[in-house]
């Protein structure tokens, strides 16, 4: 059981928006710590998608925004491609473990 | 360009020790903490140790008593050290770079290609 939840799978056609939730608590989120959050295609190493909340790394399309509000955070992606086929994984600091925790992660399907 | 480059995984039996080390190129390695994310097959991402520039390290629960991380940053590596192994450890263990110098804050913005580490008789 991850401390930050997040939904096992999203779906949707390409050209569509989704959004992945992310919840935690007052110790993690709630306390106002960042949420980071990686896309990890099948095979290879997490890469960093949005860190800091809303911020994107160079080089990442900006059909991916992320959003944070209170214990719950969200990653939304427009404009869905094949190629956004992955497990996404949110992740934050957590004040009671003193690390970092990890979402259980996300399988999104482009139809 | 950044490179993270694991190695030290294997196959190693219940109980015993084996230590993972990280190159690390392309950036101002001591400016920078450093951590260690595995990921058991077929499972989701786990936190497994952190070090900050200046040596102050951060454990999971999980690996507490039994890991040690270390840096060396004259050598520009990180370590893992693992002792008292179990078969729950069996994961591909991934190095990876954080964006700032400190743990807590960060995220991991640069990640290796991981190193498979099997504990099993």
């Known amino acids: 059981q991850s401390v930050l939840t997040q939904p096992p799978s999203v779906s949707g056609a390409p050209g569509q928006r989704v959004t992945v939730s992310c919840t935690g608590s007052s110790s993690n989120l709630g306390s106002g710590y960042d949420v980071h959050w990686y896309q990890q295609l099948p095979g290879t190493a997490p890469e960093l998608l949005i860190y800091?909340?809303?911020n994107r790394p160079s080089g990442v399309p900006d059909r991916f925004s992320g959003s944070k509000s209170g214990t719950s955070a969200s990653l939304a992606i427009t404009g869905l491609q094949a190629e956004d086929e992955a497990d996404y994984y949110c992740?934050?600091?957590?004040?009671?473990?003193?690390?970092?925790?990890f979402g259980g992660g996300t399988t999104l399907t482009v139809l | 360009e950044v490179q993270l480059l694991e190695s030290g995984g294997g196959l190693v039996q219940p109980g015993g020790s084996l230590r993972l080390s990280c190159a690390a190129s392309?950036?101002?390695?001591?400016?920078?903490?450093m951590t260690w994310v595995r990921q058991a097959p077929g499972k989701g991402l786990e936190w497994v140790s952190g070090i900050s520039g200046s040596g102050t390290t951060y454990y999971a629960d999980s690996v507490k008593g039994r890991f040690t991380i270390s840096r060396d940053n004259s050598k520009n590596t990180l370590y893992l050290q693992m002792n008292r192994l179990r078969g729950e450890d069996t994961a591909v263990y991934y190095c990876?770079?954080?964006?700032?110098?400190?743990?807590?804050?960060?995220?991991?913005?640069?990640w290796g290609q991981g190193t498979l580490v099997t504990v099993s008789s």
């Open positions: 992740q934050s600091y957590d004040s009671s473990r003193s690390g970092w925790v």
């Open positions: 392309g950036f101002t390695f001591s400016s920078y903490a």
């Open positions: 800091a909340n809303t």
């Open positions: 990876a770079k954080c964006g700032y110098d400190n743990v807590w804050g960060s995220s991991a913005d640069y």
